[in-house]
């Protein structure tokens, strides 16, 4: 990002027709979006696009859903079909949603409105062998950066992460267990209402991957996503990494989202400055992330169902952090108005 | 309220295509909005309008404020010509903006596209006597009803308030003292800026008012908001009636459209139904307001410049909690679905 950019945002904001620093956090935002534009002021965001990255996990097999798998599938054809939540929220904020399959369990095509990526059908089991090889990952990764790359060149200013898949919170928490070095205890939920004794068997599970992934000696950042993620989370990471590279920012909504930015940054550190938390995740684990991005999420509104629809609430605040820069007087025009 | 509408609005919630519950305080929302509108799914709002009562305030004169009043008629002039901040952020949720001067000090005539309802030429000082009569208090009411009346038959289906004046933190604060019941010291802020020995002299004017109007012996809702308030706040809660009456949502922003709220909910207690509490506001007073309403604001950005800002960014919110009651598959239309 533009450090230059960022501090001429600072400077104009304390020059506007309002008390300095009284827009708060809309304030840091603008300043934000001009460092990740590397110019200021930064775009007003008009076109944002919703990237829903959909996979199944073969930790599944452990038990750590009382969902089965073949509910992923079925909420893609949900959100292509408009009827998920996050379709709803879209059509509130004006974005696009795009429907990634990288890796569904499903026995027939992908449905039309789905963009086929599927580098396999569901990972490996992750608490007893690597989920993913290291080029099924790389494959993934490519597929998202691919995806964002085309809406970026079709116009998209504004990418916003989401997802579905059975199983992923499991592999999120074994994620920011592994980035974060934070016990499995600590960052592992109930999922889509888990009671406590399940998870505390998925604890137990996410406890037994890390264990395996130690013991394998293989601790890059690649490695740790191939070892322990899903194939949507790697999809996610590619997402990032386009954004950052465009220049665009990339809001991130709740733990499966903040888990691939977890890796994201491990594999990129410079990523971190072009992701905006859209929603703090009720998953214990998602309220680890703000101390890797740099700042508390924007809403908390105790979402916990992914998809996007936490990141997508909080397209309109990044629209207005932008249009405050652009539209506002400032003070020597407002001393200058006739009263 | 209607809370036949309400329940639905939870019933159709526990069956629509998500683990129940995990929209989180989007169907806390929901379900208020179908109770507002006495209906399930309640109507998406479409055509929000923010209503900026701007006035002055004869407390001015004990040094409440850095700013002088003339900053008042400036702020409206630049309201009026799109460049302040609610503008920059109406423009981003698609709100229109409307001005109605209540008693604002001025020389010359009210600008073009400014509603003219002047009560008169800024309050009295409500250190040292009531700061309204009780029929310049109803006049100012009234007038923020009919504008509010005339948006609605227009087409307006959320109504947004907000507020321009300088010293009306201080009004405000005395306000939130009389109808909580709160030590001044707990409710009085920093305002725009103000450093800490001028707070705490902010303290003593609303402490020095509040034992003027007890002494006065006359506690009803109508005298406390004459005494104390500002004619913005009274033009305010007419807009909460209208609202309240017309079965229409109003969100309310800081600590200056709080207070209002709380002198509507004493005039008329089941409006507290249709009030929805936009943003948490950074001055004490407002952190009091939840109890009031019943829940926590929406948002949390450390927003503390008024004029609406933080009630405007809660636009979508509103919006997208209908538009998941309107839009979303049920959890046995998923089922039915090819996967």
Redesign the interface.
């Known amino acids: 990002v533009d450090r230059t950019a960022y501090a001429q945002a600072r400077e104009r904001h304390a020059g506007?027709?309002?008390?300095?620093?009284?827009?708060?956090?809309?304030e840091d935002l603008g300043a934000r979006l001009a460092a990740i534009a590397h110019r200021c002021p930064p775009p007003?965001p008009s076109s944002p696009a919703l990237v829903v990255a959909a996979a199944d996990h073969g930790v599944h097999a452990q038990g750590v859903s009382d969902w089965p798998q073949?509910?992923t599938?079925?909420?893609v054809?949900?959100v292509v079909?408009?009827?998920?939540?996050v379709?709803?929220?879209a059509?509130?904020?004006g974005a696009q949603v795009v429907v990634v399959d990288v890796g569904t369990l499903?026995l027939?095509p992908v449905?039309d409105g789905v963009r086929d990526e599927r580098v396999r059908s569901a990972t490996r089991d992750l608490a007893v062998e690597p989920a993913m090889t290291l080029d099924e990952c790389r494959t993934a990764i490519r597929a998202g950066a691919r995806v964002a790359a085309e809406l970026i060149d079709g116009g998209t200013d504004l990418l916003v992460t989401g997802e579905v898949g059975i199983g992923n919170t499991t592999a999120s928490a074994a994620l920011f267990a592994a980035f974060t070095g934070a016990d499995p205890a600590d960052v592992t939920g109930k999922g889509?209402?888990l009671d406590d004794g399940r998870t505390a068997h998925k604890v137990d599970v996410v406890r037994t991957a890390l264990a395996r992934h130690a013991a394998a000696g293989r601790s890059g950042p690649l490695e740790t996503l191939a070892s322990l993620g899903g194939l949507e989370h790697a999809a996610l990471v590619g997402v990032m990494l386009a954004g950052a590279a465009a220049r665009i920012p990339v809001v991130v909504d709740g733990v499966v989202t903040g888990a691939a930015a977890l890796a994201a940054v491990a594999l990129a550190p410079e990523v971190a400055g072009y992701l905006v938390a859209g929603h703090t995740s009720?998953e214990p684990g998602g309220r680890r992330l703000p101390d890797r991005l740099g700042e508390p999420a924007?809403?908390?509104?105790?979402?916990?169902?992914g998809e996007g629809?936490g990141a997508l609430?909080a397209?309109?605040?990044v629209?207005?952090a932008a249009?405050?820069l652009?539209?506002?007087?400032t003070l020597a025009?407002?001393?200058r108005?006739?009263?």
Do not use: F, Y
Request: charged share 15%; net charge positive; no cysteine.
């Open positions: 506007l027709a309002k008390p300095p620093g009284s827009l708060g956090r809309l007003v073949e509910v599938a079925a909420m054809a949900t079909s408009g009827g998920a939540a379709n709803a929220i059509r509130t904020v499903r027939g449905p889509a209402n009720a924007l809403l908390d509104l105790s979402l916990r169902l629809t609430l397209v309109p605040l629209q207005a249009r405050v652009t539209d506002m007087a025009d407002v001393t108005a006739p009263s």
